[in-house]
């Protein structure tokens, strides 16, 4: 059936209950901006948000998780 890519339906003493179709050919992130769920970035795009974050401090993993504990208390 599914196979075949044609819906079928389902019939309980000649009444619908079901249809079993398969899956719609657009996947993903494509599925979500066909329902309204995702949009665009506004900005020009992650490229753009680094450049205008500038250069991080150069800091160890231990000095950031230090750092991170003292301003948590």
Not at 36 to 55: E, F, H, M, N
């Amino acid at each position: 059936m599914a196979a075949s890519g044609v819906a079928e339906e389902i019939t309980d003493r000649g009444r619908i209950v079901a249809i079993l179709a398969p899956p719609p050919r657009t996947e993903g992130l494509e599925r979500l901006r066909q329902a309204g769920a995702v949009r665009p970035a506004k900005s020009g795009g992650l490229y753009d948000v680094i450049k205008a974050v500038g250069k991080l401090p150069e800091i160890g993993l231990m000095e950031a998780l230090k750092e991170q504990r003292d301003t948590d208390r």
